[in-house]
């Protein structure tokens, strides 16, 4: 989604600006733009496509000055274009940059055509120029202007406004989208998230809902949604900075798939004390709530949706507590039934997804408590959450989700513990699943290991149209989670299923031209999946079976066996992941597409 960063400054400011959007390009974007104050003026240059495109422009022409803001652009209202691309302005004095959606845009366009203002976009954000010009020119000053103006707008939206008569001034404002004042000495600055600031400061400062801010050099002042001065605190940005480069691997994806091994033992290795899990962990209010939880309701989307229905497998499975789970764009809009004694357990990499912000919401008022498992400190929902439990995966660049997955899975396995004790799990099995979970670093390393294999695979599918994944259990989400990695970087389409509902319709599809790759469990389901297999093998479909060694699944014309190391059953889930991630990203590779930022899609979807 959109990404924002500003800057206020001694030096000139382009190159943070521009730094700033090179580390925001992972967000996903189709065009970008600056605007800069120089001492007397505002300039601006924008460009449709990649940052690159708006860094060769400021080759040629230059932008110096020590105040300004900029901008990538993730289209929603108008298409791709520099016309569409922020920053905004009216006339030459205001520029703004937006993040978010402001739905009561067309009523404020109207008004302000009326009042004789142009448009030169087809963006709401474009109507935020025009207001803030509107108060200026009726007098309001720069501050208030901006106060008055988000006061009239609707919808979420994060805002970066400079105005040509404020030298080196700058006014953050928060309403739903996410934004943060990164700390300088002698310069300050703002940016949708920390990455964007890390060659600059790596003290940052959360600003609140409702919260305006206005920055110079020296000094930060922030106003609460009502309207009091407030001090936010300033936290320190732990994660050491070569989480945000490559370093030896071509892609971030790749990168982020191989340290798996290491995000997965940070999830756990400081929650387990005497082999069992510390439910401090979760917060110092987490014993008395889990106390009193009757049923799970868990919302998230996308593959933060696929954790979810593994761990209701476990929720249900292990521990015997209720356990529903629903898309947050579904969930927000149905009239829900809420039970007494529901924990609501939020699952988001980001923190920011505006679904499952909305979700936790609408129920704040209905539920026992929320629990958020999320990978961003600091992030709307860890802040607006009773409970959290940090995936502690560092950075994810990738748009497309792989260590923020596993580490999820292995926070919702913590969390079956700590409330399945107040239920079925007994102290004996929480130590077997603790101990078990002691071996999944070397587990992922192994399965890492058949990254060539996997590459030589992904021959068969790259000149594919369509594939199906298939599974069974705590497996099944993950055939889905593998299928829509496949879809969201090499645009393969791709359908997974739970293995039992092949005959049921989708065995019409399976042909020559159709790869069918399994995940096949070690459980007593496994002579079940075997007779699905032979389903697709007599309809000429290619197999690819992920099995472990004592599964006794052979390989033979056209099926493909590819050995996994054998594990216990409760783990079978996150490790059987890596295959699959390996096998979209080899095959995205071949394809050429552009693995990191694949078309059309966000890293934080902050509007719904
Ligand atoms: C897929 C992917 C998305 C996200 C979804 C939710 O690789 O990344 O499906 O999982 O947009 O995002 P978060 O987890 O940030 O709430």
């Known amino acids: 989604m959109c990404g924002i960063v500003g800057a206020t400054a001694e030096r000139s400011v382009s190159g943070i600006l521009l730094e700033g959007l090179r580390r925001l390009e992972y967000r996903g974007y189709d065009s970008a733009g600056m605007a800069v104050w120089d001492g007397e003026l505002i300039h601006r240059l924008r460009r449709e496509g990649k940052v690159q495109a708006l860094a060769d422009a400021l080759d040629g022409q230059p932008l110096t000055g020590s105040a300004g ?72 000053d720069h501050l208030s202007a901006v106060k008055d103006t988000v006061a009239s707008l609707d919808g979420a939206f994060a805002l970066g406004v400079i105005h040509e008569d404020k030298p080196g001034e700058l006014i953050a404002a928060r309403q739903g989208s996410p934004l943060v004042i990164g700390v300088g000495i002698g310069e300050n600055f703002i940016a949708s998230d920390q990455l964007a600031l890390l060659p600059v400061t790596d003290r940052f400062m959360f600003l609140e809902e409702g919260d305006i801010a206005h920055l110079t050099r020296d000094e930060i002042t922030v106003w609460d949604i009502n309207g009091e001065i407030v001090e936010r605190e300033v936290t320190q940005y732990k994660h050491a900075t070569s989480a945000t480069e490559k370093g030896k691997f071509k892609h971030f994806m790749m990168k982020e798939i191989y340290e798996q091994p290491t995000v997965t ?3 756990f290795q400081d929650r387990i004390q005497d082999a069992l899990v510390n439910e401090r962990a979760f917060g110092e209010q987490a014993a008395p709530i889990f106390d009193q939880v009757k049923q799970i309701q868990i919302i998230a989307c996308g593959t933060s949706y696929h954790a979810g229905l593994i761990a209701k497998y476990w929720m249900e499975g292990l521990a015997g507590i209720p356990c529903h789970v629903e898309v947050a764009s579904e969930y927000r809009y149905r009239p829900v039934v809420i039970q007494e004694g529901t924990l609501f357990i939020s699952i988001s990499q980001s923190g920011e997804t505006a679904d499952t912000l909305a979700a936790l919401r609408d129920v704040k008022d209905q539920i026992l408590a929320s629990l ?18 940090m995936t502690n995966a560092g950075p994810e660049i990738g748009v497309a989700s792989t260590k923020a997955f596993t580490t999820q899975l292995v926070c919702l396995l913590l969390t079956t513990l700590v409330i399945g004790r107040r239920f079925k799990i007994t102290e004996a099995l929480e130590r077997q699943i603790v101990e078990s979970m002691m071996l999944l670093p070397a587990l992922i390393e192994e399965s890492l290991q058949m990254d060539s294999d996997i590459e030589l695979m992904s021959q068969a599918f790259a000149e594919k149209q369509h594939s199906l994944f298939l599974g069974r259990g705590t497996l099944y989400p993950i055939a889905m989670e593998g299928a829509l990695k496949l879809k969201e970087i090499s645009y393969i389409h791709a359908e997974a299923y739970p ?80 295959p699959l991630q390996l096998l979209s990203y080899h095959v995205a590779v071949l394809k050429g597409t552009d693995v990191d ?3 059309n899609l966000a890293k934080s979807v902050t509007v719904e």
Not at 372 to 389: H, M, W, Y
Request: aromatic fraction near 4%; charge should be negative.
């Open 69 to 140: 803001i900029a901008h990538t652009r993730w289209a929603t209202h108008g298409k791709p274009s520099e016309h569409n691309a922020h920053p905004h302005m009216s006339g030459t004095s205001v520029a703004v940059v937006h993040n978010g959606i402001i739905e009561n845009f067309e009523e404020l366009k109207s008004e302000l055509m009326i009042s004789g203002y142009n448009f030169s976009s087809q963006t709401d954000t474009e109507v935020i120029a025009h207001l803030l010009d509107q108060a200026i020119k009726s007098g309001a």
């Open 499 to 578: 293995a039992g509902e092949l005959k049921h319709g989708p065995l019409a599809l399976v042909d020559k031209d159709m790869p069918v790759v399994t995940v096949a469990p070690r459980n007593d389901m496994l002579d079940k999946l075997k007779a699905n297999l032979q389903e697709v093998s007599a309809r000429g479909g290619e197999l690819f079976v992920f099995a472990g060694c004592t599964q006794k699944v052979q390989s033979g014309e056209g099926v493909h066996v590819l050995g996994m190391p054998d594990m216990p059953e409760i783990l079978e889930p996150i490790v059987y992941t890596i």
């Open 265 to 267: 033992l940070a999830a």
């Open 597 to 599: 930022q694949p078309r």
């Open 372 to 389: 958020t498992i999320c990978n961003v400190p600091g992030s709307s929902l860890v802040r607006e959450s009773d409970l959290c439990l």
